[in-house]
């Protein structure tokens, strides 16, 4: 089965650029998720969808959103970007149901200039 | 609020011994908590979970964790290491109801040859 499918896998922005990050979930995986991976800070949740639905969001700021197409596919935008928003993006699936492991793509690497 | 911490940086062990990474843990209510494992330029790998049921779970490449409630501990274990192993290890514990994760800083496996 194929995996978890992220592109691109590398970006570079400049500041107050915006950018769009897409995500191909598993088949059968109706849950996606994004988390962000900054140096210094780990590993944080941003957001989940789940059946078109943004169901919950992590502690970021507004201009971080996205979406979950019908085919179960997401995107991640991030608006006005900053310095700080230089980071690993990692998309996760599951299939419905609270103890399906998420499962991982390899991430897209946005580096801001 | 729950939390996951790992507190060690990294642990070094040579080919062939065992290994166990620490991890411990703080929700309210059961936990649901996981094993991942993270490669150079990679995203996150599933190991294992634990939902409920045995202490000691087992999941992929011979790895297992025990499960202590009293200890709110869940730590990685192998009975013997390969240098192939070596990699950055992240516990995670999952929100009830908001399905987010919350990972550990995480902790850098080196197994010497």
């Known amino acids: 089965e194929a995996g978890v499918t992220q592109s691109p896998t590398h970006l570079i922005k400049t500041r107050g650029q915006q950018v769009t990050l897409r995500c191909s979930p598993i088949s059968g995986h109706t849950s996606v998720y994004w988390y962000q991976q900054a140096l210094g800070l780990g590993l944080q949740f941003l957001l989940w969808y789940d059946e078109g639905e943004e169901r919950n969001r992590g502690n970021f700021p507004p201009r971080f959103s996205g979406r979950q197409f019908p085919n179960y596919s997401s995107e991640l935008n991030v608006n006005a970007l900053e310095l700080e928003d230089s980071a690993l993006y990692l998309c996760?699936?599951?299939?419905?149901?609270?103890?399906?492991?998420?499962?991982f793509g390899d991430g897209t690497r946005l580096s801001i200039l | 609020a729950q939390s996951v911490a790992q507190p060690e940086d990294q642990v070094n062990v040579a080919e062939g011994n065992p290994l166990t990474v620490k991890c411990t843990y703080s929700?309210?209510?059961?936990?649901?908590l996981f094993w991942y494992v993270q490669y150079p330029n990679r995203g996150l790998q599933f190991l294992l979970k634990y939902i409920t049921g045995d202490n000691l779970v087992k999941g992929s490449y011979g790895f297992e964790a025990e499960f202590n409630k009293s200890q709110t501990s869940f730590h990685l274990k192998k009975p013997s290491a390969l240098v192939s192993d070596s990699a950055l290890y992240f516990c995670a514990v999952r929100d009830t109801g908001r399905r987010a994760l919350t990972f550990g800083s995480g902790t850098r496996l080196q197994v010497q040859p």
């Open positions: 996760a699936s599951s299939r419905q149901g609270g103890a399906q492991p998420q499962h």
């Open positions: 929700v309210s209510g059961n936990p649901y």
